[in-house]
């Protein structure tokens, strides 16, 4: 069981909108703004998306956006495209020199 | 151009110990606010941070494994080595290596991980 929550699977249709959440607790995402988003294609290594919260490395698409809300983080995916479907996890330092990751989440464009 | 490429074992047996190294370019681990880290996936589950080393050889750990992992670095080489003692089939994964910076400004590691080694498959079986 992974330390943060993440919904198994989200999906949408191009064009649309979707936003991801990631759970935690007040020890790590709710404590720091040191969330990060990875993208992971099937049997690729994964992909910065989003770092602190809601910066985007260059070369990332603005379409890409992260937020927290106590202690969740989301990252919301607009002009879903077709190349988005992916796993998605959320990542978040923990206190203590810890990092953990969440469950991932299956992005499926309809 | 920053690159990193996961080498070892693709077979351990169970009680075995690990060893990984990472070499990579385009970077130096001699230079202020760097680091290198070590992530795992087992087949089809969720990532796992294993640990993190910095330019300054400030080690990190996961504390659930923190009793068998050892990292250390070889800037001449530019090479970061992992070990991990006592093997078993639950760590069955891939590895991964991965870039991280530690801002020397504001003291404080934004702990993230912004290149990727491809991965490296480690099976623990008898």
């Known amino acids: 069981q992974s330390a943060l929550t993440q919904p198994a699977s989200v999906s949408g249709s191009p064009g649309q909108s979707i936003t991801i959440s990631c759970t935690g607790t007040?020890?790590?995402?709710?404590?720091?703004?040191?969330v990060s988003w990875y993208l992971q294609h099937p049997g690729k290594a994964p992909k910065l998306m989003i770092y602190e919260g809601s910066k985007r490395p260059s070369g990332v698409s603005n379409r890409f956006s992260g937020s927290k809300s106590g202690n969740t983080a989301s990252l919301t995916i607009s002009g879903l495209q077709a190349e988005d479907e992916a796993d998605y996890y959320c990542?978040?330092?923990?206190?203590?020199?810890?990092?953990?990751f969440g469950g991932g989440t299956k992005l499926t464009v309809l | 151009q920053i690159t990193l490429k996961e080498s070892g074992p693709t077979l351990v047996k169970p009680t075995q110990t690990l060893t990984l190294t990472c070499t990579f370019s385009g970077f130096s681990l001699s230079t202020s606010g760097v680091g290198v880290g070590w992530i795992r996936q087992p087949p089809g589950k969720a990532l796992e941070w294993l640990a993190l080393i910095y330019w300054d050889d400030d080690k990190r750990y996961s504390p659930s494994l923190k009793s068998r992992l050892t990292i250390t670095k070889d800037t001449s080489k530019n090479q970061v080595v992992l070990t991990m003692t006592n093997m078993d089939p639950v760590d069955t994964a891939t590895y991964y290596c991965?870039?991280?910076?530690?801002?020397?400004?504001?003291?404080?590691?934004?702990?993230?991980?912004?290149?990727w080694g491809q991965g490296t498959l480690v099976t623990v079986s008898s």
């Open positions: 991965a870039h991280s910076l530690y801002d020397i400004l504001t003291g404080y590691s934004p702990w993230y991980f912004d290149y």
């Open positions: 007040s020890s790590d995402i709710g404590s720091y703004n040191l």
């Open positions: 990542c978040s330092y923990a206190s203590s020199s810890n990092v953990v």
